[in-house]
């Protein structure tokens, strides 16, 4: 048998050889039709179902373990089974991950890994992370860890006065049930890249023999004149969409590549060590804040205000909440403030026009970028409205605005990130405190009962009346994106 032979021909060769197994024949066929891959459906349903169906169902899955991927590749629609191997993940009751990422010694420029490793109980929500943080003054990886008991989590520092020696230091906080932690969402985000515009496999590899695709793309990443090109190499099982490895690089301009880091062994369900996640303070330690005076952590809302006051940080800018409307379109708000200006920002928003230019405010983000971006489309803003707050720190100032696509854009799955791109309306300094490079995580709008509840809820609570401007509706809002893209179709 060659690779030469049509596929229904390996086929029956393979089923001939193997004999026949009723209940094996029910199995594929069941599994058949849950893959998406068209051209395998058709022949391999064929084949079962005519005279070879006794035996045929051994040789498809033969045909799978010897010829592997050389055949489904084809599909444009890549046979991997994601939704079990989420499961699987949430299932787990523990993960073990190590891995390291690059330094360069201050004094030596020397390149430096320094390993990381994490263990976590999920069943009982307990984690514990080491991580090296740099070198110490002798040189030697000075180590840190975080460790959750499920009650407390035992947070480790340290400080050096003026002159004297490092501190080492702990504080304790307590759990918050309500913002547990979701450890597998940044692995299901790994997952994701096979989807990424722009990502290729470029090749396969066994990690415990396990076979794994490696999946590889580049995209920018930064904003304003900070802008460095990232590589990411995941390595992704081709049946369970398991993620056995992670590489990533980044270079600025025309320099060489520098890997920044590798995660390298992912492992589900193993054994925990005994008191790996005690609470108990290491000798030598400063007890900062004890478990009985521990509180659950504060989240505070952000507020670019805050720290204008100083010469070191005149320019602040923010984009969120973000929402994606179900025609592509992005709506979202955001803020900038100069803390050499007056506090009153209201110049900026007189004589605007709904679909109009954007506020000239301090840093105007203008537009947002997909990336990768294989298809130079750029997300242009538009001006929607305003809102504004008296809060107890003073009067504050936000731009509603509309993002529409120059052309066809990605689908929003398919797009690893969307960079924010801004222009400086001042010529006073570039020296911005708050470096927002990405879009957040947006709120998807599929209805109209969506658009009343979040984006105008998100409207009303950051306006003085606690109510929406009124001509902000579902409807008016995709009319006005329906014709702002034909305009830039055009």
Not at 11 to 23: N, P, R, T
Not at 59 to 78: Q, R
Not at 373 to 383: I, K, Q
Request: charged share 30%.
């Amino acid at each position: 048998m060659t690779f030469k032979e049509p596929i229904e021909e390996r086929l029956e060769k393979l089923a001939q050889a193997i004999g026949s197994d009723e209940s094996m024949v029910e199995k594929v066929i069941a599994h058949i039709n849950a893959e998406p891959i068209a051209e395998f459906n058709r022949i391999a349903r064929r084949i079962i179902m005519n005279r070879f169906t006794k035996i045929a169902a051994a040789a498809v899955i033969i045909l799978i373990v010897v010829f592997g991927m050389t055949f489904l590749d084809k599909s444009s629609v890549p046979a991997y089974g994601m939704n079990d191997a989420l499961y699987l993940l949430r299932q787990a009751k523990t993960l073990h991950i190590q891995g390291w990422r690059v330094t360069r010694n201050e004094n030596t420029s020397k390149v430096v890994k320094l390993p990381f490793e994490y263990w976590y109980d999920l069943e009982n929500w307990r984690y514990r992370k080491d991580d090296a943080r740099g070198l110490d003054e002798n040189g030697e990886i000075d180590y840190t860890s975080d460790v959750c008991d499920g009650e407390y989590i035992m947070r480790e520092g340290r400080y050096k006065p003026h002159g004297g020696q490092w501190h080492k230091t702990i504080n304790f906080e307590k759990v918050d049930p309500a913002r547990k932690s979701n450890i597998h969402g940044w692995l299901e985000w790994y997952s994701r890249l096979r989807k990424i515009e722009g990502f290729y496999k470029i090749g396969r590899d066994i990690i415990d023999g396990e076979r794994f695709d490696i999946w590889e793309g580049e995209y920018t990443y930064g904003v304003g004149d900070n802008i460095s090109i990232h590589k990411l190499q995941t390595w992704l099982s081709p049946t369970t969409a398991e993620v056995g490895r992670i590489k990533s690089w980044e270079k600025q301009g025309n320099d060489e590549w520098r890997q920044r880091r590798e995660y390298t062994k992912f492992e589900r369900n193993v054994s925990l060590p005994p008191g790996i996640f005690r609470t108990e303070p290491p000798d030598g330690y400063e007890i900062q804040t004890t478990k009985e005076t521990a509180t659950v952590k504060v989240w505070r809302k952000r507020d670019i205000y805050e720290g204008t006051q100083f010469n070191y940080a005149p320019l602040n800018y923010w984009v969120e909440p973000v929402f994606l409307l179900k025609d592509g379109s992005f709506l979202a708000c955001w803020q900038s403030v100069d803390a050499k200006e007056s506090r009153d920002q209201s110049i900026y928003f007189k004589n605007l026009q709904v679909g109009g230019d954007l506020p000239k405010l301090p840093v105007e983000v203008f537009a947002f970028s997909p990336e990768p971006n294989l298809r130079d489309v750029r997300f242009v803003g538009f001006h929607i409205t305003h809102t504004e707050k008296e809060t107890e720190k003073g009067r504050r100032w936000y731009e509603w605005s509309l993002y529409i696509p120059d052309k066809q854009p990605p689908e929003p799955n398919t797009v690893l990130l969307y960079r924010l791109r801004y222009v400086l309306n001042v010529d006073k300094t570039k020296e911005i405190r708050l470096k927002q490079t990405a879009l957040p995580d947006w709120q998807e709008i599929k209805t109209e009962d969506d658009f009343n509840t979040f984006v105008l809820g998100a409207m009303a609570t950051l306006s003085d009346d606690g109510k929406a401007p009124k001509n902000v509706t579902y409807e008016n809002v995709l009319r006005l994106a329906e014709q702002i893209r034909k305009s830039l179709a055009q």
